[in-house]
């Protein structure tokens, strides 16, 4: 059976605010497995969901840049906050972005591209990494078209023209006015940085997670010894809520949460003039799903100084 350490009972703590003792037991009964041990709690009903992002620890930028119907978003990672407020690297950042919105979403496409004034933009960032001492990398970028309308956009926490910490592209088709469809693009784009949905709607959900989340609600409602006609109510229930929370266009619009995101996006053909589908969007906040590594800086001076 795999050790079950502090770090783990700690993650799992984080990830599903159980209390330490029932986290331990999890890991134990799962001999490790994280994601076993999350379903277990929540089976337990001493769980929330899983978090959907997972703790932000990388450093570097987000970028965005668009024209008309096409957006762009790419994430360029460094190793400190420092290297990110540097003009130099946010040029990088800007400028990678505008690449990208030439040559498309692939990493490497965009790597082995030209650059403006010169080379390719990985050597660009070689040159950057050359200069500053501090490693960067070209983490990923993805893009959204629309053969009619427009891509907005939003940047939280920006620190300048198209750089932030979260960036959000969001697609609206439609043959409307290009203004108004705009000012409704960007509140939805605001409303995706703030909710994070995972999917625009159920259809668009992995199936595996989906029956996940079935099985988790199967089994909770089974613990309280239901019967199976009642389960299965119960369970149909509680994916109509898990797909509000997650899916786009079944959250509660921030800007007004009586309606929904589709039934906003729906009464917006009133003043773009003609109907609007929300054909997708795409999220990135800098550095979610990596984890970067934590020292003792006191730790690190003892070891130094022979302590």
Not at 47 to 72: F, T
Not at 164 to 189: P, Y
Not at 214 to 236: F, H, M, Q, S, W
């Amino acid at each position: 059976m795999a050790e079950i350490t502090a770090s783990m009972v700690k993650e799992l703590r984080e990830k599903t605010d159980a209390g330490m003792m029932d986290c331990k037991s999890a890991l134990n009964e799962t001999g490790g497995d994280m994601e076993a041990a999350i379903d277990l709690l929540r089976k337990k009903g001493l769980a929330k969901a899983a978090k959907k992002a997972g703790r932000v620890a990388a450093e570097g930028l987000v970028g965005i840049a668009s024209a008309g119907p096409k957006a762009v978003v790419v994430e360029l990672n460094s190793e400190t906050d420092f290297v990110a407020r540097n003009d130099a690297f946010q040029a990088l950042v800007r400028n990678t972005a505008i690449v990208a919105l030439k040559v498309g979403s692939d990493v490497e496409t965009i790597k082995s591209a030209s650059y403006p004034g010169g080379g390719t933009v990985q050597e660009a960032i070689a040159s950057l990494v050359a200069t500053i001492g501090e490693n960067m990398s070209l983490r990923r970028a993805a893009s959204l078209e629309v053969s009619s309308g427009v891509v907005s956009s939003y940047l939280h926490n920006a620190v300048g023209d198209g750089l932030g910490k979260i960036g959000v592209i969001v697609a609206l088709e439609s043959a409307g006015n290009a203004e108004a469809l705009a000012t409704i693009g960007k509140q939805v784009a605001m409303h995706v940085a703030a909710a994070n949905p995972v999917a625009l709607d159920s259809a668009s959900l992995d199936p595996a997670v989906i029956a996940r989340e079935r099985n988790v609600l199967a089994e909770k409602a089974r613990a309280t010894g239901k019967p199976d006609n009642v389960i299965e109510k119960i369970v149909e229930s509680g994916l109509k809520t898990f797909f509000k929370e997650v899916c786009l266009l079944d959250q509660p619009f921030i800007h007004d949460p009586g309606k929904t995101v589709l039934q906003a996006v729906n009464e917006a053909a009133k003043t773009v003039g003609a109907p609007v589908v929300l054909k997708g969007f795409v999220r990135y906040a800098l550095g979610e799903g990596i984890e970067k590594e934590t020292t003792d800086f006191a730790a690190e001076v003892a070891a130094a100084a022979g302590g």
